[in-house]
């Protein structure tokens, strides 16, 4: 188990030096929530999910929708390091004409990403419809769905949760990236959440919440999550925006932007080497 846990923190340490030199390079992106990301995709793709970059099409697939597709940085660099797309793609991140687009499309990606996004709020109901017609045609992959905290906000995911309990749809988890900040303000005082897990028991879910940054507590509520049958679940990770620069931690500023060669390689510092990875080139050199 130990040995797991470092792989998986080493890996997560790479995401985020991944989307460090993407947003740098590209000029632009959503830092903030794809740093404080990390560990879960690092859990999803590296133990809990079921999945095989050469069938990446496989019926019984486990499949992720990404609802706040802003921060595909994650997405693109857990892709990559999994072998569904060439490391050497990340430094075409949303640049013209690339597949790697500020936010994730289907239609680019076929057969690799589930969902194209956009607008926030509509991949809960996706991902509850993806988890339903799977069951209905035999399926036995679950749908798990990141969803961050702000855009919750939208009646339409709450329409979904209670859709999801009605219908009992227990091959659905819900994963809450909750930093507590959203574009321009705090979650409190845009449009207050709490008392959230209250919220989804109260509509009939499964709920668990746990420290977003602890790769062993997010692998044992995820696994968790797939043992409890007849209702859907969803797990509440406390996460910080920005986290491992602490120049970016916890400040909504950081929500999206643009940053620096300075900013950049003060973040990598503070990200720190990955043993077990390979920095990807920037237009044939290892810059930043």
Same mark, same amino acid.
């Given at each position: 188990?130990?040995?797991?846990?470092?792989?998986?923190?080493?890996?997560?340490?790479?995401?985020?030096?991944?989307?460090?030199?993407?947003?740098?390079?590209?000029?632009?992106?959503?830092?903030?929530?794809?740093?404080?990301?990390?560990?879960?995709?690092?859990?999803?793709?590296?133990?809990?999910?079921?999945?095989?970059?050469?069938?990446?099409?496989?019926? +019984?697939? !486990?499949? $992720? &929708? =990404?609802?706040?597709?802003?921060?595909?940085?994650? *997405?693109?660099?857990?892709? %990559?390091?999994?072998?569904?797309?060439?490391?050497?793609?990340?430094?075409?991140?949303?640049?013209?004409?690339?597949?790697?687009?500020?936010?994730?499309?289907?239609?680019?990606?076929?057969?690799?990403?589930?969902?194209?996004?956009?607008?926030?709020?509509?991949?809960?109901?996706?991902?509850?419809?993806?988890?339903?017609?799977?069951?209905?045609?035999?399926?036995?992959?679950?749908?798990?769905?990141?969803?961050?905290?702000?855009?919750?906000?939208?009646?339409?995911?709450?329409?979904?949760?209670?859709?999801?309990?009605?219908? +009992?749809? !227990?091959? $659905? &988890? =819900?994963?809450?990236?909750?930093?507590?900040?959203? *574009?321009?303000?705090?979650? %409190?005082?845009?449009?207050?959440?709490?008392?959230?897990?209250?919220?989804?028991?109260?509509?009939?879910?499964?709920?668990?919440?746990?420290?977003?940054?602890?790769?062993?507590?997010?692998?044992?509520?995820?696994?968790?999550?797939?043992?409890?049958?007849?209702?859907?679940?969803?797990?509440?990770?406390?996460?910080?925006?920005?986290?491992?620069?602490?120049?970016?931690?916890?400040?909504?500023?950081?929500?999206?932007?643009?940053?620096?060669?300075?900013?950049?390689?003060?973040?990598?510092?503070?990200?720190?080497?990955?043993?077990?990875? !390979?920095?990807?080139?920037?237009?044939?050199?290892?810059?930043?």
């Amino acid at each position: 188990m130990e040995g797991m846990t470092e792989n998986l923190e080493d890996l997560a340490r790479q995401i985020r030096r991944d989307v460090i030199r993407m947003i740098y390079h590209a000029g632009s992106g959503h830092p903030g929530g794809s740093l404080g990301a990390a560990e879960l995709f690092a859990v999803l793709y590296g133990r809990i999910m079921r999945h095989d970059p050469n069938n990446p099409t496989d019926f +019984h697939r !486990d499949r $992720l &929708v =990404l609802s706040n597709g802003h921060i595909c940085a994650s *997405l693109y660099s857990v892709l %990559a390091r999994f072998g569904y797309l060439p490391l050497g793609e990340l430094a075409s991140f949303r640049r013209f004409g690339t597949r790697l687009s500020g936010h994730p499309s289907r239609t680019k990606l076929p057969g690799i990403v589930e969902n194209s996004s956009g607008p926030l709020g509509q991949g809960v109901p996706v991902a509850k419809g993806i988890a339903q017609a799977n069951r209905l045609l035999g399926s036995e992959g679950h749908v798990y769905c990141i969803v961050g905290d702000g855009e919750i906000q939208e009646g339409i995911v709450w329409e979904s949760l209670l859709s999801a309990a009605q219908h +009992h749809v !227990d091959n $659905l &988890v =819900l994963i809450v990236s909750y930093n507590r900040l959203q *574009l321009d303000e705090a979650v %409190a005082k845009v449009k207050s959440l709490e008392p959230l897990a209250d919220k989804f028991k109260s509509f009939g879910w499964h709920v668990q919440r746990i420290d977003g940054h602890r790769v062993d507590d997010i692998a044992g509520a995820l696994q968790q999550a797939r043992e409890v049958t007849g209702k859907p679940k969803a797990v509440i990770a406390d996460t910080v925006m920005g986290k491992g620069v602490p120049f970016m931690e916890d400040k909504f500023t950081w929500h999206g932007g643009s940053i620096s060669l300075q900013q950049a390689q003060e973040a990598l510092e503070s990200i720190g080497s990955s043993a077990k990875f !390979d920095d990807f080139l920037i237009d044939g050199e290892q810059a930043v």
